[in-house]
Structures are given as C-alpha cells and as structure tokens.
C-alpha cells in the first residue's frame, strides 16, 4: 500500500485534473449552442439562462479555490482514512472488478447520504449552499464547487473500515465528480427513458437546482438517480426550473458566497438563550427557529 504522500502526488490518483481540459472545452462548447443553434426565442417562451460574465468568472474563480483548498483537505483525511484502513478486519483487493463495483456504488450511495443531508443539516448546508447560489445553469456552475469538504469527507469513513484502500475511495469519487459535471446545464432535454429511470441526467439536476417549493430537495443522486427513487426524494422535471437560492444572492464575490451561511449561524448561535437553540441552528434544518415546527423536506421558505 502506497504511502498518503504517494498517493496525493501522483496525479493518476485524481482523473479531475485531467478533466479539467475536457470541462473548459464542453463550456466553450455550450456556449457556441447558446449562441448559435439555440431556437428558444418564440414569444412567451422562458429560453435557457445561458451565461453571464460575472457570474462566470465567481464560478471559476471557487473552482480554482476548490482545487487548492480540497487538495489539503483530502491530504488531510488520506491519514484518517489510513488509519481506519489499518484497523479494518480485511482488505479488499484493489485489483479485482468486484471491488472497484462495490467502491463505486458505495461511493455513490454514500454521496447520495452526505448530499442529503447537506440540505437538512443547516451547517452542512453553509458548506454547501454555495453550488446553488447561480441563479443560471450551465456547465461553469458546475465549478461553483464548496470549499469546505469536511463534511463529505467524514461521510467516507466507512469505506476504509470496510477495507476499501484509501487511494480508491478518492479515485472513485473524483468519478463521481467528474460524471456530475454534464449534468449542469438547459442544453439537454430529457433522454431515452431507461436512462432518465437508472442514471441522474440533466433533467433531474435542474429540479436539484431548482427553488420552486415543489423541487426543493430532491434529486441528490451522484451517478445514479435510483437512490432518489428508492428513499423517496425524486422529482420529476415539469414547470421550467428557477434556479437559485429561495433568497437570492447578491454578490458575486467567491469569498462571500462561501461564507455567508456560516455568518449566519453564527450570528444565530450567539444569540441563542439556550443550548437546545443553539443545537437547532446548527444541526436543524434551513430555515429552522425556536418555537417553529420542524418543517418537511422542501417546506423551508425562509434561507434556502
């Protein structure tokens, strides 16, 4: 087993950077549809969002942020994941084709939990928060990534304590990264219906994304959308999406956008009386408030 300073130096150990090519060529490829064999411009027709400079440039700029800030995190956890690997009863064989199947459908369900409960965890939601904030829908917003991966790291404990090597866990979900970024954009209708079923496509992300009331949590699906199905937070894409927090942003600063939502708990942490409220801002879901039921996935109308 290579050692974590191995691991994270060698760059066959996360495909996302030699991805990064291929995302900055399907962005400049989206763009020239927009612009070019885009046909949606009938009268009362809503048309795609397309792009907007700043917001672009606020969605590259957390991207490079990611890298940089994930790139320690991940060296970071690599020691934890190790030192949980070294205690696991067996180890699972790296080179056989069943592993790398239960490492990927692992992975993938354990995504689907942590992406969950990101949207009902009020301070896994500041983490999060962030990706959702464009009110536009193109692949740029996919980079509009979280610089504060703590939360799913600790999500992947398990899978070391299962005997998965550490360097798989990360391999599989930069993956996992990697497949999520074509489902960030309006180009793509539905597709064949066998797919939609099994696999998360760009008509499930776009209710993800959107923030009308009834698309409001749901679709956390990674690769497969069938998670959704089974535990009972699928939508169907019907109204056209609007993207966007339910209280839209007003920056375009990256430093902001990351930070805003831990502002905020702070700030109600502090000026809660007692412990259970300071409990409820924290691990309550958005929107929570002392003296308000605890509403249902995709009631919150207030911070989402």
Partial sequence: MDSPWAIMSDPTH?????????????????LLSLKYLDDHDEPGDPGRMGYAAKDTASNLAS??????????????????????????????DASSPWTWVFTLLAVDLLWYAYHRASHRIRILWAAHQAHHSSVYFNYSVALRQKWNPWGELLFWTPLPLLGVPPWMI????????????????????????????????????????????????RNYGGILIV??????????????????????????????????????????????????????????????????????PGSETVTR
């Fill in 14 to 30: 996360d495909p996302v950077l030699f991805a990064l090519p291929f995302f900055a060529l399907f962005i400049g490829l989206e």
């Fill in 63 to 92: 991207g490079f942020g990611s890298v940089v800030i994930n790139l320690g995190a991940r060296f970071a956890a690599l020691f934890l994941y190790f030192a949980l690997w070294s205690v696991a009863p067996w180890h699972l």
């Fill in 227 to 296: 998670w959704d199905r089974l535990f009972g937070t699928y939508a169907e894409e019907e109204d056209v999406p609007v993207y966007g927090l339910t209280v839209p942003v007003t920056t375009h600063n990256p430093f902001r956008l990351q930070y805003v939502e831990f502002a905020a708990v702070f700030r109600d942490v502090c000026r809660a009386r007692t412990w259970r409220e300071r409990a409820g801002y924290l691990f309550g879901p958005p929107g929570w408030a002392p003296g308000h039921p605890t509403l249902p």
């Fill in 170 to 217: 990360f391999f599989a979900f930069s993956l996992n990264l990697i497949y999520q970024f074509w489902v960030h954009t309006e180009t793509i209708p539905k597709l064949w219906a066998p797919v939609e079923f099994v696999l998360n496509t760009p008509s499930h992300h776009r209710v993800h994304h959107a923030s009308q009331k009834q698309y409001l949590d």
